[in-house]
């Protein structure tokens, strides 16, 4: 994860001299005036033309003449006439940056305003920008940080779970498989019914630790640990199908671990929130036209989204996406249901070089 970090650290950096080279574009493009000195150009020339009409030949006279007031209404209403449609056209650009920051979400990464307009809209256009892409790189570092330190605790639950409970566990039930052989008959169902609860409660902890942490992901890969995971979610009212080929391009590890949780995630709505009885889970390799990488899809034939607020499970997958610049969109299935879609892009062919660069 730290790889991502720095390399999302060179690319904001990329992001802000671009920023700061649009603001200097605007302020200092030749057809790019000011909104202050268009407002008083105007003006001035609408000044300069009455101060000359009046000290020529023209004159108003008292009380004033129906030629000669409509010759004045028609210079005052050319005069407002080009005051409004300088504002106009000043004021679109500050308009449509409204708009972008009232839609603005930092886990869902849109387009950018454009950056034109006078001199003063653009450089605050052009400003937002750099703003936007920096507070976007500090929420990827920062959420990198926060999933790291979260897949560490996990790991450290799940061992714990594994070599603490797991084991007490283990041996409760082997002293009950002696205690059952030495109890009266009238006892040895209600001893054979704690071995049962016992084995279960042992079953559900290395179950329990298994997702906390995906060992055969650690182990296998990707391929095998999706399948693996379709096969979990496999159950009673719920059929997990899956295709997952095994060519699929080389990932870098944070990348393999976003896919698994993103998957992991979707399934876990699946069963839990969608009253789906039919999940998909697909993984396929990208053309090139599309910028390589793979596309993970889990589709289910559930409720669909409805019109709730996103959940804490969507907020985490939106974040783990915007970790490794992956982009993940929910939509209806077709036929009904939800589709998580996520396409993580193919890494930077500098990424093992890089990794292997750092080794001692």
Not at 22 to 36: E, I, P, T
Not at 41 to 54: E, H, I, P, R, S
Not at 320 to 344: C, M, N, Q, S
Request: charged content about 25%.
């Amino acid at each position: 994860m730290g790889v991502v970090t720095d390399i999302r650290s060179r690319s904001r950096s990329a992001r802000l001299d671009v920023g700061v080279s649009c603001a200097k574009a605007g302020r200092s493009g030749s057809k790019n005036v000011s909104l202050f000195w268009r407002i008083f150009l105007l003006n001035a020339a609408g000044l300069v033309v009455a101060t000359a009409l009046l000290l020529g030949p023209v004159t108003v006279s008292t009380p004033v003449l129906a030629g000669e007031a409509l010759i004045l209404l028609a210079g005052l209403a050319a005069l407002l006439a080009g005051n409004a449609v300088v504002l106009r056209i000043g004021l679109t650009p500050l308009h449509r940056l409204g708009r972008a920051m009232s839609t603005a979400d930092l886990l869902v990464p849109g387009t950018r305003p454009e950056v034109s307009g006078p001199a003063e809209a653009a450089q605050l256009i052009a400003t937002y920008n750099t703003m936007l892409d920096r507070l976007q790189a500090e929420r990827a570092a920062g959420a990198g940080r926060a999933l790291q330190a979260q897949e560490r605790e996990r790991h450290r639950i799940a061992r714990e779970l594994h070599d603490e409970v797991g084991q007490t566990l283990t041996a409760v039930l082997l002293q009950l498989k002696r205690v059952a052989d030495r109890v009266p008959g009238e006892l040895r169902e209600e001893v054979s019914l704690a071995q049962e609860a016992t084995r279960a409660g042992l079953d559900e902890i290395r179950r329990i630790a298994r997702r906390l942490r995906p060992g055969v992901l650690e182990e296998l890969g990707l391929t095998s640990a999706l399948r693996s995971l379709a096969a979990e979610f496999t159950h009673h009212g719920l059929t997990v199908q899956h295709h997952i080929p095994g060519d699929l391009p080389p990932l870098a590890p944070e990348a393999e671990l976003v896919l698994y949780r993103v998957a992991q995630e979707g399934l876990t709505n699946t069963a839990r929130h969608a009253d789906a009885d039919r999940a998909r889970l697909t993984l396929r390799p990208l053309p090139p036209p599309e910028g390589g990488g793979v596309e993970l899809l889990v589709r289910d034939n559930g409720t669909g989204l409805g019109t709730a607020a996103e959940g804490a499970g969507i907020r985490g997958m939106r974040e783990r996406a915007l970790l490794i610049g992956a982009e993940i969109h929910f939509a209806a299935a077709p036929g009904g249901g939800t589709d998580v879609r996520l396409r993580v892009p193919a890494p930077p062919g500098d990424r093992t070089a890089d990794r292997t660069g750092d080794r001692p």
